[in-house]
């Protein structure tokens, strides 16, 4: 199991546990329907809230965690997962608190409106008696929240939303967010929040709420915006990829081969983010290479000018081909070759510690990109294996594994089309590497 898996169905259950714990008398059973259905509406706003913390936590991109599930792009998975849960519970706890008055009105449920017993009302000025008397403001409130959250979150999901609306859209959630941690504080059980599960709760909003109101505030606990200006610009026409070239103003702190960074090249836009195909040597330049795989990417040969102010944010991510090792195989598709790109540039200025195979497959071929690519390899002491579709040739892992005979001894480091990176890594690991040997870059932040 992945670290994302772990930490995503771990959490689940210790936040279900730690519920179980707080509230035994659920195990002892309930009495009837209108019972299990306010014992269930409690369990799914506590896991719902949860779990939509957490994703508002992860969204500041904290550094501290980058180590822990293996990079940014973990991180942002690991976001995306929190937000599908969220999205699935919050809609399960909206069923269960609207479900009996829906199967009153068909006649299936009787007695009207259920809402099982209220607690007795309090006057005393206690916090409790403020809870209370705000019940039926966070009850509407939550509800509307809930509307435009479902809204938001299922947006974020449709790919055929631009991203640049789908960034916008997502700026709006953090008020829902803040609605919602309200609804959640005022109609927990009172006296769970007097218990081990009210002190994470407190935990787990307070973050939270401080996450929300940061990023309305265009705040992010990652690294500070560095400013660039584009110094080269080359447009492969035959491959529909720009290089640009970036000269930093003294406040980059560097990177290492592998990593990405967001670039702002538009602000309407917002920042994107990019694999830097360079190594870093300390002059201030950085590269990256934009394949045209959408309308932004697209417009960019025509929008971007020598000269131009860029905001880069970063160095971000793991895929810093550090294995286990000293034998690494590494296999790209298309515009996945940035990174090897710039570790390849890092062995040719300095030591060559692993013994390298370099599978890469494209879609066709440029001869002068492929003459650039082996004379970099050669320079680089990295053995080359190139596959064009264009001439039938194909990659998978049988070719893989008689080209490089000692494929099991290797670190496999893989950037490219995600679901071909899961056919190699499915069919490796069913012939015996361990799964922790197979570092892929998930680059799909949406």
């Known amino acids: 199991m992945s670290k994302i898996a772990k930490s995503f169905w771990g959490g689940l259950a210790g936040l279900s546990v730690l519920w179980l714990l707080v509230n035994p008398d659920v195990l002892a059973g309930q009495p009837n329907f209108i019972a299990w259905r306010n014992v269930l509406v409690q369990y799914s706003g506590v896991l719902g809230m949860g779990v939509m913390s957490v994703a508002m936590l992860l969204a500041m991109r ?26 699935i519970l919050s809609v399960s706890h909206w069923l269960l608190a609207k479900g009996p008055k829906w199967l009153s009105q068909l006649g299936l449920l009787q007695g009207g409106r259920p809402r099982g017993p209220r607690p007795a009302a309090l006057n005393d000025g206690s916090l409790q008696a403020l809870f209370q008397q705000l019940r039926h403001t966070a009850e509407s409130m939550g509800e509307w929240a809930f509307y435009a959250a479902a809204a938001l979150m299922v947006l974020a999901l449709i790919k055929a939303v631009p991203y640049r609306w789908f960034s916008k859209l997502h700026r709006a959630l953090p008020v829902a967010y803040l609605v919602l941690a309200f609804h959640s504080v005022v109609l927990l059980r009172f006296d769970n929040w007097l218990s081990p599960l009210g002190v994470v709760m407190t935990l787990l909003l307070a973050g939270g709420t401080v996450s929300a109101i940061l990023s309305l505030l265009g705040k992010r606990a990652g690294r500070p915006a560095a400013m660039a200006s584009i110094s080269a610009l080359d447009y492969q026409q035959s491959q529909q990829v720009l290089t640009v070239e970036l000269q930093f103003e003294g406040n980059w702190p560097g990177h290492r081969a592998g990593q990405f960074a967001f670039i702002t090249f538009d602000e309407k836009e917002g920042a994107h983010p990019f694999t830097l195909a360079s190594a870093w040597r300390g002059d201030g330049k950085a590269r990256v290479m934009i394949k045209a795989l959408g309308d932004y990417t697209a417009s960019l040969p025509a929008l971007l000018k020598l000269g131009d102010a860029v905001k880069v944010e970063g160095p971000y991510g793991r895929f810093t081909f550090e294995g286990k090792t000293r034998r690494q195989i590494w296999i790209s598709g298309g515009i996945g070759v940035t990174p090897f790109l710039a570790r390849m540039q890092a062995l040719v200025a300095g030591d060559k510690p692993h013994r390298v195979d370099f599978f890469h497959a494209m879609r066709d071929a440029d001869e002068s990109v492929i003459a650039r690519l082996r004379k970099t390899a050669a320079g680089a002491g990295v053995k080359l294996h190139l596959f064009s579709q264009a001439q039938g040739q194909r990659l998978d892992a049988a070719q893989l594994q008689q080209l490089a005979p000692d494929w ?16 190699l890594k499915q069919a490796l690991v069913a012939q015996g590497l361990p799964a922790d040997r197979f570092h892929q870059e998930l680059f799909m932040m949406r």
Do not use: M
């Not at 904290?62 to 792009?73: H, I, Q, R, S």
């Open 62 to 87: 904290p550094l501290w965690l980058e180590p822990k599930l293996g990079g940014l792009d973990k991180v942002y998975r690991l976001h995306k997962w929190l937000g599908i849960a969220g999205l």
């Open 408 to 423: 099991r001894e290797a670190d496999f480091w893989f950037c490219g089309p995600a679901g071909f990176g899961q056919q």
